[in-house]
């Protein structure tokens, strides 16, 4: 009874495994255009370099035809590595990422040769999601009361308080030393 289960659960992993490796143009939603194909050999350790100036939503689907090619993004650098990225795919086949709306263009994608490979091949498919609306408010832009926008970051976080509520503290007892020292 159990090696029978076990075997089901095999099956059904294996069935799973086969829908991802066998990805193609009829698994794409109908929202998603397809904008470039991008074909190409990475030796093993170094870095192929694309840049993404297409605004939006975008998704990255690469997958490795041979060998094992990894896929790195960032809005911060046009050479993303495993040192420097945003986002990482890193899997063996299929790498899918997804790229948002609100990243700063250009985006550099770093695709990655592994060194278990002498040479990887790869193709990756760049697709624009045209499901998702352009948030008015995705740009970090609230109104004041009196009408005007104002920029405030969207990534204000508890670590800037923090560093202010930090900063104030360094200075208040920079202040307490000085006054100490006079007094004695």
């Known amino acids: 009874m159990m090696l029978s289960c076990s075997g089901l659960v095999v099956a059904l992993l294996l069935s799973t495994a086969r829908g991802f490796l066998n990805f193609s143009e009829e698994d794409v939603p109908d929202e998603w255009v397809l904008l470039h194909v991008v074909q190409g050999h990475i030796g093993a350790g170094n870095y192929s370099y694309l840049r993404l100036n297409h605004d939006g939503r975008i ?87 009196d009408g005007h926008p104002q920029n405030r970051s969207p990534q204000s976080t508890d670590e800037d308080f923090q560093e202010e509520e930090s900063i104030f503290w360094t200075i208040l007892i920079g202040l307490l030393k000085i006054i100490l020292e006079i007094l004695f």
């Open 59 to 145: 998704i990255l689907h690469m997958r490795s035809l041979k060998g094992d090619a990894d896929l790195y993004v960032s809005d911060k650098t046009l050479r993303p590595s495993f040192d420097t990225y945003k986002l990482q795919s890193v899997t063996c086949g299929q790498d899918v990422l997804v790229v948002p709306g609100d990243f700063t263009r250009p985006v550099g994608i770093g695709i990655y040769g592994h060194p278990s490979y002498k040479e990887s091949e790869f193709e990756m498919r760049v697709f624009y999601d045209q499901t998702v609306l352009q948030d008015p408010f995705e740009k970090g832009l609230y109104p004041l009361d």
